[in-house]
């Protein structure tokens, strides 16, 4: 089991920043790839980011490539997403997320892929 708890959300102007953290308990041992998701209102989740935990490799969501930066810091089983130049379509709640089985070479921001999720966060851009 994997427990997840986000924090850092919230309002922010358009070209603003806001770092998110997601702090991980339980088996962390077992996480293959940390993501970060988000879900604006009448729209269905989406994935944004994701770090393969063993190596650090990383990928992004088109939308959010050249703005937001995943990051890990393992000592404090915590992974951060760093959102630059915000933009009013960024607004959602975000979720993390851990994906624990192994990866078979699917698209890493695909949602099958992660069995533990946490609450989640707004974030809120106004223009």
């Known amino acids: 089991q994997v427990q997840l708890v986000e924090s850092g959300g919230g309002s922010v102007q358009a070209g603003g920043s806001l770092r998110l953290s997601c702090a991980a308990s339980g088996s962390t041992y077992s996480s293959v790839a940390m993501g970060w998701f988000r879900q604006a209102l009448g729209k269905e989740r989406e994935g944004v980011a994701t770090i393969f935990t063993r190596g650090g490799t990383t990928y992004y969501a088109e939308s959010v490539k050249g703005r937001f930066t995943i990051s890990q810091d393992n000592a404090k089983n915590t992974v951060y997403l760093q959102m630059n130049s915000l933009e009013a379509e960024d607004t959602a709640r975000y979720y993390c997320?851990?994906?624990?089985?192994?990866?078979?070479?699917?698209?890493?921001?695909?949602?099958?892929?992660?069995?533990?999720w946490g609450q989640g966060t707004q974030v809120t851009v106004s223009s």
């Open positions: 997320a851990a994906g624990t089985t192994s990866w078979t070479g699917t698209w890493p921001l695909a949602k099958d892929f992660y069995n533990y």
